[in-house]
Structure formats: C-alpha cells, structure tokens
Nanobody
Framework: QVQLVESGGGLVQPGGSLRLSCVASGFTFSSYVMSWYRQAPGKERELVASISITGGSTNYADSVKGRFTISRNNAKNTVYLQMNSLKTEDTGVYYC????????WGQGTQVTVSL
C-alpha cells in the first residue's frame, strides 16, 4: 500500500537547523512531484516547498526562501527538507505530499522552534 513516512522533526532553538526526510513506498516515486507543507496551530495548511520529478525545478514559499532547501533522491524514494535559520514562526506539523493527478499525504512530523 502507499506510504509516506516523515521523520526528523523535533525541538530546536531559533537559529538552529533540522533536516526532514520523507520515505515513500507503494507507488512510482520518481513519477511524482513532491512537496512539503506545514500547518501551525490554528492556521490552515500551507505549501512550504515543492520539487519536480527530476529535481531540476524547485519553488518555495516567500517565508522560507533562502533558509530552506528541498531535494530528492529517486534511488532512495526519499524527499528532504533542509531547514536552516529556523524561526519561531516555522513551528508546526510538516507533511510531505506526492502528486501526479492523485495525491498522497504522509502523517506529519512535529517541528517546534522555541527557546
């Protein structure tokens, strides 16, 4: 069955870094556009970053440009989100999504940026 499993979240101080991973199984990962979304408490889920099937094209929310980097390894069925210079407003549950017409979502990983 289709699975997307996120990991790498945790508690970090402002200015710190985290690297999220999302491992996919049950579908042809290399044929899907991959994205990271996040949802802060009391807010709607928002797109953070996305990456094309080859990894040659990426786009980012304005709020994370220059701080976050999305990448993928199709041989490992994995998409990553490197998060640097973290801010308290980056706190939330981070989800990965696979899209090719239909969509698949992971269960999310909590990121908390706090002193």
């Amino acid at each position: 069955q289709v699975q997307l499993v996120e990991s790498g979240g945790g508690l970090v101080q402002p200015g710190g870094s985290l690297r999220l991973s999302c491992v996919a199984s049950g579908f042809t990962f290399s044929s899907y556009v991959m994205s990271w979304y996040r949802q802060a408490p009391g807010k709607e889920r928002e797109l953070v970053a996305s990456i094309s099937i080859t990894g040659g094209s990426t786009n980012y929310a304005d709020s994370v440009k220059g701080r976050f980097t999305i990448s993928r390894n199709n041989a490992k069925n994995t998409v990553y989100l490197q998060m640097n210079s973290l801010k308290t407003e980056d706190t939330g549950v981070y989800y990965c999504k696979a899209r090719r017409g239909n969509e698949y979502w992971g269960q999310g990983t909590q990121v908390t940026v706090s002193l």
